[in-house]
Nanobody
């Protein structure tokens, strides 16, 4: 069974920074995609950023250079460095690990609140 454990969420003022981490455990195929999604109240879940095991990245349009995704393959861990945070970034952030449509796993979510 694959498990994803997220950490690093919290309350931050506008313009501030947070770093999210997500550690995966279990039987994991080495070739995979890890990513972060977010869901704000009343809105659909959307992609924030993803990264393949080879290091290729993809970002949501709203990121605009503010966030950086990275990973440590040896630790099966993905990170999301978020800078210049805005109130509209407030959401629950979910970690995702996937290598096929059947092997698609989610973390429990971590709350990020951007407010003064």
């Amino acid at each position: 069974q694959v498990q994803l454990v997220e950490s690093g969420g919290g309350l931050v003022q506008p313009g501030g920074s947070l770093r999210l981490s997500c550690a995966a455990s279990g039987i994991i195929l080495r070739v995979n995609v890890m990513g972060w999604y977010r869901q704000a109240p009343g809105k659909q879940r959307e992609l924030v950023a993803s990264i393949t095991s080879g290091g290729s990245t993809n970002y949501g349009d709203f990121v605009k250079g503010r966030f950086t995704i990275s990973r440590d393959n040896a630790k099966n861990t993905v990170y999301l460095q978020m800078n210049s945070l805005k109130p509209e970034d407030t959401a629950v952030y979910y970690c995702n690990l996937k290598w096929t449509s059947r092997n698609d796993y989610w973390g429990q979510g971590t709350q990020v609140t951007v407010s003064s």
